[in-house]
């Protein structure tokens, strides 16, 4: 694999995620989000887009009614969650943009009796289910520039909530005093000063917000760079030093991309001569704030002292275009950030953001990513810190998908769709030290640069192989753990060295676009934006712990251990890495006989002739880090070959290993065969209905199918038969394995070759020694190779644990982050869905489905959804909207039922005959009824101890795999 390493000096960017999970690890929403008065959803891992800056007709500048925000941030657009920010000043107008009698007032009365009550009877008349929205405020930060702000409580959009908004606007603004209840006002004094004029009265109101609402508040700083002297580092790491959970990130990807100073940075520079005034730091650079863009700059700086301080996108949304002037895009159409929450809750959606799990976009450019580094045993992703020890060797992985379009439109309005599917051209790593918190007082806590970041590595898609789910996958060697770190990654569209566009894959300032013509210059900008595309990630720390070059020879010695070596027949497999970084030679010291050779890490083993004498062989490893090195001794015994007789006596003949077996089968009797250390069969009585002949063959390997990145620990084996290949009864196989090839933990399973879908396929199997056996149900080609097992302690005992497994083993589903499977949680149509079209190897499909809600379907299912659709498997509901898919609606079992029977008659193998009589029968509705009857004949759904059916349940996960699973084995897949 190539990687283009590269010092670079001019302004880098980021990129990032943590993801990509597969099947029914990323559950959808179940009900309209809370906080605007539906009922809460419970905690869930799951990727939500969405953004935190939003105005409507209640901020003065603002030209949109909320309505039309929330239908195209939320619906048009697809947010999950969409949290406003209209300007925590004076509001002359209400939610629709009518004038507000007896106005102005102060916005937060404004929240109170227009825009909260209004979203709370918009849910309730169905609109926006599943969604999160959330009424924060910007608030002018006192003697800096703009920061948005919310105030949760425990029950946000409550009277509670609002009325500590409405304390904040009167203690932190210059909001006369009379526009407030004198109740109120006398109350609040009594407790706190007002303060709104200087850098130490924004402390007071952070601060105020940690002593009232520590968990349930945040204020993350707005288009950090686009006045002159609005801020200096310092001002950062005094937000984020008072309230490290409240003052938590900035803006770094900015809104306002319609402007002709892209962001809105329009600070005055000399195009021929950047550097001559420090104004070009108030520039955009690709779209991106100078102290995110600069490679070594302010982010870098607060990164090095192990901040949890994370980069977001938002689209400060204002208006797109009116008259001759231009804004930002609509929330959503072109700026996202991807939050990993545990629920749909705005309080779940805040912890999101808090975590550091998280990465934004600018136009589509990626829509999954999975960014992590590990040491072998554990990992980290964005947002955490890897435990690491000096010496450890560290492995970076990134995986990341592109969506097949984006929103870019050409001509702007037009609704005709540019064509163009986002692409990324690379992706920049980028590293930097971390030396711990500068101190108050001191020239570090002014510094804002970091002297040790650079671009460590930079990915084409050279360095990147895609998997059977889509995502391009990137894997890099990072340099053993040495110090403490942190990595990021920015990826874009665009080429090392674009001609105005960037230097050395850095940004470089986004030019004025200036196009006399208003129709013409929306265009331009709307074009200039789409072509320069760009993510960044939040970065993962490493935090490693001192270990000296004794201690990691001394740990690797104490450990070294060759297993048995009393009785060796076989070669022997020499680590060559120890603990930390301890690197392992071997010699041979002692061998009379000549039994050993080391060659290339192996001991290999030359057996002493029958009759001779054990051979005794002293091998010595010698474990070195720096400048420590130590030894230690094995003695270990070679076996002589066993001695053999012939009648007569006289030499044995030399035979060569048969490679393959045949035998003739009797339906009746059923047979068995074995090829001698390969594999054993058995067929039963019945298993097929004529005569005929069964075999196995060892494969060669020209002969075989790609194995990929599968450890082959047996050959491969391909079974035959002339009187069919598919079987009425299982039949077992048991092939031996080589264990001691197989990985450190990982598992021996049996795999076999899916030639329709030209892939191994994970089938399980029962392992006892060195051999392992499996039923099936089909003749193809088969092998054994190592997997690393999943392991979840709430499936140990759960009666879905055999049916998980082997869904797991193919990647189709996997669990939660704190290590449970959740066996007893419904599952959403999106779920299922996607579950089913992985299980049966369905293509992703690109492209939008035909569903009128087609924009609520979660990126993580649409392209399952899609070819679920296309295959015949799905169908919608009629609406007078038109067919609806309702991705995050609860699954029923007369639901399931339906779509497993399309799946059975597609491929033919519908069942005759009637299904199993169940108590509830005229519970089940008629359009289910024939479907339930064919599976439940087919074995794959099936009733209650009570004899129901009930139709009407939701699907669980343990369900859910089990039907799954039914299913591949009703399809002899």
Do not use: C
């Amino acid at each position: 694999m190539k990687f283009n390493k590269q010092a670079r000096i001019i302004f880098p960017m980021v990129l990032s995620a943590s993801i990509l999970s597969t099947g029914l690890a990323v559950p959808t929403p179940k009900a309209a989000a809370a906080d605007a008065g539906a009922a809460q959803d419970q905690g869930q891992g799951q990727w939500l887009t969405g953004e935190f800056h939003a105005h409507t007709f209640e901020s003065d500048d603002a030209q949109s009614s909320l309505e039309s925000v929330l239908d195209h941030g939320l619906t048009t657009y697809g947010l999950d969650f969409l949290m406003l920010a209209d300007h925590l000043r004076s509001s002359k107008r209400d939610d629709t943009g009518a004038e507000i009698p007896g106005g102005p007032i102060p916005l937060s009365k404004g929240l109170l009796e227009y825009q909260v009550p209004k979203i709370k009877a918009l849910q309730e008349a169905g609109k926006y289910a599943g969604k999160t929205i959330f009424s924060g405020f910007e608030w002018d930060i006192p003697s800096h520039e703009h920061g948005s702000v919310g105030i949760l409580t425990d029950e946000p959009g409550s009277a509670a909530a609002l009325k500590a908004a409405n304390q904040f606007e009167y203690l932190f603004t210059n909001r006369d005093a009379t526009w407030f209840n004198p109740a109120d006002v006398l109350q609040w004094e009594a407790a706190d000063d007002r303060a709104y004029s200087t850098h130490a009265d924004s402390l007071s109101a952070i601060n105020w917000l940690k002593r009232n609402y520590p968990e349930t508040s945040y204020m993350i700083v707005n288009h950090p760079s686009r006045g002159v002297g609005k801020y200096k580092i310092s001002d950062f790491r005094d937000f984020n030093n008072a309230a490290p959970d409240i003052a938590f990130g900035f803006e770094g990807m900015l809104g306002n991309q319609m402007e002709p100073d892209r962001g809105g940075y329009n600070s005055a520079y000399d195009p021929a001569n950047p550097t001559a005034n420090d104004n070009y730091k108030n520039r955009s650079y690709g779209g991106v704030d100078y102290m995110v863009a600069k490679v070594g700059g302010v982010w870098d700086s607060l990164l090095g002292e192990g901040r949890k301080f994370w980069n977001f996108a938002n689209s400060d949304y204002h208006f797109k275009t009116i008259d001759t002037n231009s804004s930002g895009y609509w929330p959503g159409e072109y700026a996202k950030n991807y939050i990993w929450s545990e629920g749909r809750s705005t309080q779940d959606i805040l912890n999101g953001m808090r975590s550091g799990k998280s990465f934004s976009v600018f136009g589509d450019l990626i829509n999954a990513l999975d960014f992590r580094v590990a040491d072998g045993g554990a990992d980290a992703e964005m947002g955490e810190s890897l435990q690491a020890t000096e010496g450890d060797k560290l492995t970076l992985t990134i995986k990341f998908k592109s969506p097949g379009s984006n929103n870019y439109e050409n001509p702007i309005y037009s609704g005709q769709s540019a064509g163009a599917k986002p692409a990324v051209d690379h992706i920049d790593l980028i590293a930097g030290d971390v030396t711990g918190p500068a101190v108050k007082g001191t020239p570090a806590y002014d510094k804002d640069t970091n002297d040790s970041t650079r671009v460590l590595a930079t990915f084409t898609s050279e360095d990147w192989t895609t998997d059977a789910n889509g995502y391009n996958v990137i894997t890099y060697d990072l340099p053993k753990a040495s110090k403490d770190q942190y990595f990021r990654l920015r990826g874009t569209n665009l080429g090392m060295n674009v001609a105005g566009e960037t230097l050395d894959g850095n940004p470089l300032i986004d030019p004025k676009t200036t196009t006399a013509d208003a129709t013409a210059r929306f265009n331009e900008i709307n074009d200039r934006n789409y072509k320069d595309l760009w993510f960044y990630s939040n970065p993962v720390f490493v935090d490693t712990a001192a270990y000296t070059d004794e201690e990691a020879v001394k740990d690797t010695l104490s450990k070294l251990t060759l297993g048995n070596a009393d009785a060796v027949t076989e070669n022997i497999v020499l680590p060559s890495e120890g603990e930390h970084g301890a690197a392992i030679a071997w010699e041979e010291t002692t061998d009379t006989s000549n039994a050993v050779t080391i060659e290339n890490g192996i001991a290999k083993v030359t057996r002493p002739a029958a009759g001779h004498p054990n051979a005794s062989v002293t091998l010595k490893a010698t474990a070195s880090r720096g400048d420590s090195s130590d030894s230690k001794a094995f003695a270990i015994t070679i076996k002589a070959l066993p001695s053999t007789s012939t009648p007569g006596g006289g030499t044995p003949p030399v035979t060569t290993p048969a490679t393959s077996v045949s035998v003739t089968v009797d339906p009746a009797k059923g047979a068995e065969g074995s090829l001698k250390d390969v594999i054993s069969f058995k067929i039963p009585a019945g298993a097929l209905t004529s005569n005929g002949t069964v075999g196995a063959q060892v494969l060669p390997s020209g002969q075989q199918p790609p194995l990929g990145n599968l450890q082959a620990l047996s050959p491969i084996v391909e079974m035959t038969s002339n009187a069919g290949t598919t079987f009425g009864k299982p039949v077992e196989l048991t092939f031996n394995y080589a264990i001691s090839s197989a990985a450190p933990t990982s598992q021996p399973a049996v795999y076999y070759y899916n030639e329709k879908l030209k892939k191994w396929i994970f089938l399980g199997g029962k392992a006892n020694g060195t051999t392992i056996t499996v039923d099936i149900k089909h003749f193809t080609k088969f092998g054994v190779f190592g997997y690393m097992p999943h392991t979840f302690s709430d499936l140990t005992a759960s009666w879905a644990k055999p049916y998980a497994e082997r869904l797991i083993g193919m990647g189709v589903i996997s669990g939660y982050e704190d290590g449970k499977f959740r066996p007893d949680q419904p599952v959403t149509r999106a779920e299922w869905v996607k579950l089913l079209a992985d299980s049966l190897g369905l293509p992703a499909a690109s492209g939008a489905t035909s569903f009128a809600d087609d924009s609520l379907i979660p990126s993580w299912a649409k392209a399952q959804v899609k070819a679920a659709t296309d295959a015949g498997y799905v169908t919608g509901f009629d609406t007078k909207d038109g067919s609806v898919f309702n991705a995050s609606q609860r699954i029923t079992r007369a639901e399931i039922a339906v779509i497993a029977a399309r799946v059975l008659k597609t491929a033919g193998t519908s069942p005759s005959g009637t299904g199993k009589a169940f108590s509830d029968v005229s519970a089940i509705p008629a359009w289910a009824l024939d479907a339930v009857n064919q599976t439940s004949a087919s074995g794959i759904v099936s009733g209650y101890p009570d004899g129901s059916f009930r139709p009407d349940d939701t699907l669980t996960r343990a369900e859910a795999v089990k039907i799954a699973y039914a299913l591949l084995d009703a399809l002899n897949i």
